[in-house]
């Protein structure tokens, strides 16, 4: 469910308790000035689950920390950067003629059968930072191009993803497909430490203010008992920007 500027969002009753996420996105893509909000809600308790992996983890540490007993120490690898620093200097008079023959490739002045973009990529993620660092442009109009025109949405699937990923399967919307953060956090070394997304617990009958700045986003979590009703409210102040969106996600 989603509300801009300001509104409220309805939660029907369920046969279980169930329990969401509520994300505060400020959805604007240019600009520097944080928007501020308050977000309320009545007919909500506490969450008992902890917002973990539905697919944790479960083997050795990859922790390779100097603090554990008998841990191996971490070495700074010179030869290894030094390689790599060379690498890069041999690259960079390349890389003027990569990106031209790519904005040709865009404009179909080039012959298909010469190279294939294909080739380069086996899967989406692949293509799609391709593109966007083989541009010829830069900032929002490359990443505007890259996914298709709709970066407001853009913005907000991804997220909503930060808390929900691998929390509850939604399709492939909300899903960051190359990590899952939530399950590989308490095994780097951490300490056990989960994933560190800043989540508030959300109390009832109680207006809770916030700001958020262009792009930026809280975090908030809920839940509603078994055949209770809730209503969810933002307020988006005397003159809500459009900007401004409450996400609703269930996770249980």
């Given at each position: 469910?989603?509300v801009?500027?300001?509104?409220?969002?309805?939660i029907?009753?369920?046969?279980?308790t169930?329990?969401?996420?509520?994300?505060?996105?400020?959805?604007?893509?240019?600009?520097?000035?944080?928007?501020?909000?308050?977000?309320?809600?009545?007919?909500?308790?506490?969450p008992?689950?902890?917002?973990?992996?539905?697919?944790?983890f479960?083997?050795?540490?990859?922790?390779?920390?100097?603090?554990?007993?008998?841990?191996?120490?971490?070495?700074?690898?010179?030869?290894?950067?030094?390689?790599?620093?060379?690498?890069?200097?041999?690259?960079?008079?390349?890389?003027?003629a990569?990106?031209?023959?790519?904005?040709?490739?865009?404009?179909?002045?080039?012959?298909?059968a010469?190279?294939?973009?294909?080739s380069?990529q086996?899967a989406?993620?692949?293509?799609?930072?391709?593109?966007?660092?083989?541009?010829?442009?830069?900032?929002?109009?490359?990443?505007?191009a890259?996914?298709?025109?709709?970066?407001?949405?853009?913005?907000?699937?991804?997220?909503?993803?930060?808390?929900?990923?691998d929390?509850?399967?939604?399709?492939?919307?909300f899903?960051?497909?190359?990590?899952?953060w939530?399950?590989?956090?308490?095994?780097?070394?951490?300490?056990?430490?989960?994933?560190?997304?800043?989540?508030?617990?959300?109390?009832?009958?109680?207006?809770?203010?916030?700001?958020?700045?262009?792009?930026g986003?809280?975090?908030?979590?809920?839940?509603v008992?078994?055949?209770?009703?809730a209503?969810?409210?933002?307020?988006?102040?005397?003159?809500?920007?459009?900007?401004?969106?409450?996400?609703?996600?269930?996770?249980?």
């Open positions: 469910q989603i801009s500027g300001s509104g409220d969002l309805v029907a009753p369920s046969t279980t169930a329990e969401y996420v509520a994300i505060v996105l400020n959805g604007a893509t240019r600009g520097s000035a944080a928007s501020s909000f308050t977000l309320s809600a009545n007919g909500i308790v506490a008992v689950a902890p917002l973990v992996s539905a697919s944790p479960g083997g050795a540490s990859f922790s390779r920390s100097v603090d554990g007993a008998g841990a191996p120490a971490l070495e700074r690898d010179v030869r290894f950067e030094e390689g790599l620093r060379a690498r890069e200097r041999a690259l960079a008079p390349l890389l003027p990569a990106r031209q023959w790519y904005a040709e490739q865009r404009l179909g002045t080039m012959p298909s010469a190279f294939s973009r294909s380069l086996s989406p993620d692949d293509a799609f930072f391709f593109k966007l660092v083989n541009s010829p442009d830069t900032g929002t109009v490359n990443l505007s890259v996914i298709g025109g709709d970066l407001a949405g853009f913005v907000r699937d991804w997220t909503v993803s930060h808390a929900v990923d929390v509850v399967q939604l399709g492939t919307t899903q960051q497909p190359s990590w899952n939530h399950s590989i956090y308490p095994n780097l070394g951490t300490g056990g430490q989960s994933y560190p997304l800043l989540v508030n617990i959300l109390a009832n009958a109680t207006a809770t203010p916030g700001s958020v700045i262009p792009g986003a809280s975090f908030y979590r809920f839940a008992n078994a055949s209770g009703n209503t969810v409210s933002l307020n988006g102040g005397a003159i809500p920007s459009a900007t401004m969106q409450l996400i609703l996600v269930r996770t249980r």
